[in-house]
């Protein structure tokens, strides 16, 4: 069992790969200011795909594609960013269960164990 001890470890080094993979997620590549906001640019490293986000009257997360001239880009990025947030959401509650699995009731478990024999 002793060299099994690392094994204990990987839900927590992929907890800090999914955190870090999440914190950079997009690159920030510039802005625009304008008289009623700014916008800011950045790409998605997971998609490829390019994002504005929106600060004044319209504010919001909105592909950088024009919706009339490049509907379908607008289209695929949209469901590529929800497909990939919605995996790394999966991937992030399968490893908070085997973390807890893991770590926090085997623990329950020897404490009830222990007050069962007599």
């Given at each position: 069992m002793r060299g099994a001890r690392w094994v204990k470890?990987?839900?927590i080094?992929?907890?800090i790969a999914l955190?870090?993979?999440w914190v950079l997620r997009y690159d920030y590549v510039g802005t625009k200011t304008y008289s009623d906001g700014i916008i800011r640019f950045k790409v998605d490293r997971w998609t490829s795909y390019k994002w504005q986000d929106v600060f004044?009257?319209?504010s919001g997360t909105y592909p950088?594609?024009?919706v009339k001239d490049q509907e379908d880009l607008w289209d695929r990025s949209v469901r590529a960013g929800k497909i990939a947030t919605r995996a790394w959401w999966f991937l992030f509650g399968?490893?908070?269960l085997w973390l807890l699995f893991d770590n926090v009731l085997p623990p329950v478990r020897?404490?009830?164990l222990h007050r069962s024999t007599p």
């Open positions: 470890w990987l839900p080094i992929f907890m955190v870090l993979a004044g009257k319209y950088a594609y024009n399968i490893d908070a020897r404490r009830s």
